[in-house]
């Protein structure tokens, strides 16, 4: 991988990308509209999160969105927790998706492309997706499913998993959903907090070119939830479910087959704008997963305006970003149907057959707009792909990343191997809210190592421990203004004690999200991850993004963990755990150059008191790395509780840090003696 220089310009947005981006055209209307004229994207920002309620409610008039009974007000209360937007009004999350359905020969445009490790490219049009979705939604409402039910799946990033989500809001009931490849305890743990009526399945799905039977999985599940009234299985790989024989639970099973095989025509439950849409988990690796519930309208609205603004999405857009199906990612490629583009999924190993599979299915969906996790680009790197050789991408127009910070070395590997032209606009949110906090933006330019911008609508600072914004400095990522895709509440905390403290417990009145961030003078922003994981080495701190970048910008290394172990009265002592290539060992020589690399590029304090090297990274289901855990384990937590095993995406890992963690633990415990 190059040393590319932080805050580099990499690209500027040409005249004909600034003409036809959807924020020009609001800019345009702005003006024409609202008698607001607006210099740049800056002053534009500046007046969306001063007058809060005229930008929210000139992004519903802007995109039409249709309420069957007008609000009283566009904010009730500005209070956070407790904001309470366009009170009164109506209004559906599928009512606005088939509003693009079109008619005549619209209706057989393609709704959502889709392809697999054992399925070939194919594509469903916006007529048979509401044909599916009007039948499913009937076959609900006949098993008794009523407006605030809950309905869960556990179903892998497929077509019906789209539809099974879209049935269920079109009734009014509540979805939620699992990936297949979750264990049954984490699943369990979910589903169990928000007691679903429905649970529709897979028998098993495919990956990295095995076969995985979940029937047994799916057999504990329908135990572990006595709310379970019907039972629905979508096969996949023909394995035999049995859900026992108990007389007096009376769990009826259905065919998804058979469901869908009954037509009905679409009927849509209008209901309130604060009405929950789905819930959503916190990770779950460090114990009970939170059961984050997010409304139809406050999703619907951000979304429109974090992909049509953002992400520049509208109906000529295919768009594909590679996730699990338990990920929000997933929820936020969905959302591309609320502006009536063309979804993408595909369902399989990213790098199975070959790390270039993703690029491939990229051309032959004839995806314009494609996303991914920052682990799947930074593997791709590791691995050597040059995806312009892969494919053909002379169709993809914008490339975004997440889930962790994108270093500037990815920003110039895209520039060299994807195309030189490309508009890469990476963001960084949440599951917590559904939505970015930083995000791209088609009329500034792109710079090495940072987002583009805060999103509109989003009052984003870096605070000081007292509180106080801070403009170049890292501080910690809060939010001071409400945004309607907050989270309306947590399943089953009442008192609404557990949501204060996840996020209003450090500044009262004000969300703090748990990363760092720095904002630049000229506006982008830096994430340098999780704040709970800092390293703080004689009072300076540190995010951890900024080590990995320097350690893994070596060829020989893979990936990398830093723990930084805090004690009272004592030194910290920190760690640094790494992958490294197949036939590569960890050598005197090898520590001395990380060591070297280290002391360079941050300071003497940050080199690690000890270099080890491990087997793999700890990483939950959505490719974060799993610092936190990792750092309770070695300060003498107990070690079945730092991590559910059923919540990760490796946890053959952990096997090496628990051995390490015993030997680590003793060798402190006899110093301390002597």
Request: with cysteine; net charge negative.
């Given at each position: ?16 990308v ?21 210099a ?60 693009h ?67 269920t ?43 995985h ?9 329908a ?8 039972l ?5 790989l ?85 996730s ?193 961030i ?37 060829p ?8 930084d ?13 790494v ?27 940050h ?68």
């Amino acid at each position: 991988m190059s040393t590319i220089e932080e805050g580099k310009l990499v690209w500027s947005p040409p005249q004909a990308v600034r003409e036809r981006a959807r924020l020009t055209g609001f800019m345009q209307w702005l003006r024409d509209a609202r008698g607001l004229d607006f210099a740049d994207y800056d002053a534009l920002w500046h007046w969306s999160v001063r007058d809060i309620e005229a930008f929210w409610d000139a992004v519903r008039e802007y995109f039409d969105l249709r309420f069957d009974t007008p609000a009283q007000r566009v904010l009730g209360a500005r209070a956070m927790p407790g904001a309470r937007w366009f009170e009164g009004a109506t209004l559906n999350y599928v009512q606005q998706v088939f509003r693009h359905a079109g008619t005549g020969e619209q209706r057989r445009r393609a709704a959502i492309r889709y392809a697999g490790e054992d399925q070939p490219l194919a594509q469903i049009g916006w007529d048979e997706l509401e044909q599916q979705v009007g039948a499913l939604a009937e076959a609900l409402r006949g098993m008794g499913v009523q407006r605030g039910d809950r309905v869960a799946g556990y179903l892998p990033n497929i077509p019906q998993t789209v539809v099974a989500f879209l049935a269920t809001a079109a009734v009014g009931a509540i979805w939620s959903g699992c990936a297949p490849d979750m264990g049954q305890v984490a699943v369990a743990d979910r589903f169990r907090q928000i007691a679903p009526k429905v649970l529709i399945v897979v028998d098993g799905y495919r990956y990295g070119g095995k076969a995985h039977d979940r029937s047994g999985v799916v057999a504990q599940l329908a135990a572990a939830l006595p709310s379970l009234t019907d039972l629905v299985i979508l096969p996949r790989l023909g394995a035999a479910i049995d859900t026992g024989n108990d007389p007096a639970r009376k769990l009826r099973v259905h065919r998804w087959d058979a469901l869908l095989a009954r037509p009905a025509p679409l009927s849509i439950d209008s209901v309130p704008f604060d009405h929950p849409l789905w819930i959503v988990y916190s990770s779950g690796t460090t114990g009970m997963p939170k059961p984050i519930v997010h409304g139809h309208g406050g999703i619907v609205i951000e979304q429109l305006k974090l992909m049509g603004f953002h992400n520049d999405l509208g109906p000529d857009d295919v768009f594909h970003w590679y996730s699990s199906s338990g990920w929000i990612m997933w929820n936020a490629q969905v959302a591309g149907l609320l502006l009536g583009s063309t979804i993408a999924l595909y369902d399989g190993n990213p790098g199975w057959p070959d790390a270039g599979v993703l690029w491939r299915f990229v051309q032959d969906a004839g995806v314009t707009v494609f996303g991914a996790g920052a682990a799947f680009f930074s593997a791709a790197i590791k691995a050597g792909i040059v995806p312009a050789r892969e494919a053909d991408l002379s169709r993809l127009r914008a490339l975004g990343s997440t889930g962790s910070p994108l270093p500037p070395e990815a920003y110039d590997w895209v520039y060299r191997t994807v195309r030189e032209d490309i508009w890469l606009a990476p963001m960084s949110g949440g599951t917590d809210f559904a939505g970015s906090f930083v995000a791209g933006c088609p009329l500034l330019p792109v710079h090495a190592g940072e987002m583009q911008c805060r999103c509109l609508g989003a009052r984003v600072e870096a605070f000081d421990e007292a509180g106080q914004p801070l403009i170049d400095q890292v501080g910690e990522l809060v939010c001071t203004e409400p945004m309607p895709s907050m989270p309306l509440y947590l399943w089953g905390d009442e008192d609404g004690k557990r949501y204060r403290d996840s996020y209003f417990d450090v500044y009262p009145g004000v969300w703090r999200h748990g990363d760092w961030i720095r904002i630049t003078p000229r506006g982008g922003a830096v994430i340098y991850g999780r704040s709970d994981a800092t390293i703080n080495r004689q009072g300076v701190r540190m995010g951890t993004s900024e080590l990995y970048r320097v350690v893994e910008d070596l060829p020989e290394v893979l990936d990398s963990l830093v723990v930084d172990l805090e004690y009272l009265g004592r030194p910290s002592y920190m760690a640094l755990f790494v992958v490294l290539r197949d036939g590569t060992e960890l050598s005197p020589a090898l520590i001395d150059t990380m060591r070297a690399r280290i002391r360079e590029a941050l300071s003497p304090r940050h080199v690690p008191d000890a270099i080890l090297q491990v087997p793999g990274v700890p990483r939950t289901l959505s490719g974060k790395k799993m610092e936190v855990p990792i750092k309770k384990l070695l300060l003498g937590h107990d070690p079945e509780r730092i991590a559910n095993p059923d919540a990760m995406a490796n946890p053959e890992t952990l096997a090496w840090y628990f051995a390490y963690a015993r030997q680590y633990l003793g060798e402190r415990a006899s110093a301390d003696a002597a």
